[in-house]
């Protein structure tokens, strides 16, 4: 973040301070968990992770501004100011309408979650770096993840995220154009793991595609605003798909009536068909943006970042600078893998902690849903912090899981 973002003194959570005196506790389990490096005890494996498109709302940042405004105002400020829009008005007090384009919904979404991450960090004496191990976020959200992360700044991630959400509105302006009718995006939600890889395989056999969950060359031969194709696999039991509405609902009247699937579908919140091959334009824009030095002859990427980062297209950790760059590029295009993304997490990293940053609750519900646990559990738990009043219970709740006896 920029220079003008001044330190501010740690705003204890109040489990953390008398409520007589306002001091500090230093008794009980208070003093024990500050002298923990003596113990036979760790702290468990800890990911925060960042929402995606459609959970943008008019107001979002207000709360924020006025719960904490010595650290708000400054960062709100600098959006603008990197910018040079007045974005902040429009997420503040602009209409739905207005919010919900897609080069004002992205760059709002991602700096609002920032916004929060800072404040947790200003306000609360939260160190990132010594208290998360991993970080991830679903679709837009992995660039505030890679800010988290330490591998981009914030003013870069922000301009990149505005000029790819500015290519992506006119490849939907234009397809509309050429073709009329919706672009748009339709999440398909199934009763069972079960039924969900039979919606899978049949969408793959509908559509020609050899490769499930990924977008190949086989639908070479069709043109971009006549494919649909799968977006995200979000869980065990839910995807999205991408495309022209009109050819996304004959899509699904085609699967029940002849593959004898019944999904319940429900419309995005979102005006473009994004991780499409009409998003092309997208992808080649982040190129030259990932590959171009800054005018002071510095990467745009910084590597190795402070801590691992999910790659949206592979639900793996990004393995080196090149593969960073190659891999945000073509997330404009390729399917999320965010289900993959959880699984690896909650099986191979034994992450026990999940902390949701941003607005908006789906994400903590998918995480939550996916590795069994809403809220805290013994030595973990799922949370998100999507207003000023999560803060101090979230804060409460990492503190009171920070250290787990070994076994």
Known sequence: ?????AP??????????????????????????????????KRPKTAIFFPGQGVQRVGMATPWLEAFPRTAKPILEEIDATLNVPLTKVIESGTNAELNLTQNSQPAIMATSILILRILEQEFGFKTSERVDITLGHSLGE???????????????????????????QCTKEASEKEGGEFGMIALVCESEAHMQALIKGLHEFLDLSSSGYKTDSSQDVPAVEQVLIANINSKNQIVLSGSVERM???????????????????????SPFHSPLMK??????????????????????????????SNVSGRPFASKEQLKDL??????????????????HEEEKVKRYVGIGPGKVGR??????VGMK???????????TSPQDMEEVVRALDDTEMVEDE
């Not at 914030?154 to 301009?159: G, N, P, S, T, W």
């Not at 519900?365 to 996916?370: D, M, W, Y």
């Not at 809220?375 to 912090?385: M, Q």
């Open 1 to 5: 973040m920029s220079s003008t973002l």
């Open 8 to 41: 501010v003194k740690r705003r204890l959570p109040s489990a953390l301070r008398c409520s007589s005196c306002g001091e500090v506790r230093t008794s009980g389990r208070w003093r024990r968990w500050m002298s923990s490096t003596q113990t036979s005890t």
């Open 143 to 169: 660039f505030a993840a890679l800010v988290a992360g330490g591998y981009l700044n914030f003013q870069d991630a922000l301009r990149m995220v505005r000029k790819r959400a500015e290519v992506m509105a």
């Open 249 to 271: 609902q004959t899509l699904l009247t085609n699967l029940r009536q002849f593959g004898g699937h019944d999904p319940r579908a429900v419309r995005l919140k979102s005006d």
């Open 281 to 310: 334009p997208a992808q080649e824009t982040m190129k030259r943006i990932l590959y171009k030095e800054r005018k002071d002859g510095s990467d745009i990427v910084t590597w190795p970042g402070i801590m691992p980062c999910i």
């Open 328 to 345: 945000l590029a073509r997330s404009c295009v390729e399917t999320v893998q965010w289900w993959s993304s959880i699984k690896y997490l």
């Open 365 to 370: 519900n998918l995480v939550g849903k996916e």
């Open 375 to 385: 809220g805290a559990v013994k030595g973990g738990g799922v949370w998100g912090i």
